[in-house]
């Protein structure tokens, strides 16, 4: 499975930004989709992840802010991101995994397939 994030770029805090990661090859309905954030000098965060059925998972701090969907026919999952803070500054990643032992979906190591990345900077 490739990955693709896109969406990124610079807005205002308060503001909002949705984030696209769009798959190619594989079996895209079957998988756990996820996004990571990662920021200078910090270990890779769990944001979100949506399962095949559609099950939804939210980090922290990120709950009430974020949504995130699927689009099977679109091979795509959307991060929807509103109130930014200037800490949500970060390069976000998003990661695919067909696993179905589910108590490690917000660890890194769960998943098998990395986008590139797209950064995401909020001002203040």
């Known amino acids: 499975v490739q990955l693709q994030a896109s969406g990124g770029g610079l807005v205002q805090a308060g503001g909002s930004l949705r984030l696209s990661c769009e798959a190619s090859g594989g079996s895209f309905r079957r998988y756990t989709i996820a996004w990571f954030r990662q920021a200078p000098g910090k270990e890779r965060e769990f944001v979100a992840a949506?399962?095949?059925?559609?099950?939804?998972y939210f980090g922290d701090s990120v709950k009430g802010r974020f949504t995130i969907s699927r689009d099977n026919a679109k091979n795509t999952v959307y991060l929807q991101m509103s109130s930014l803070k200037p800490e949500d500054t970060a390069v976000y990643y998003c990661a695919a995994s067909g696993r179905t032992i589910l108590t490690t979906i917000r660890l890194p190591d769960f998943y098998d397939y990395w986008g590139q990345g797209t950064l995401v900077t909020v001002s203040s």
């Open positions: 949506i399962r095949s059925a559609y099950t939804e």
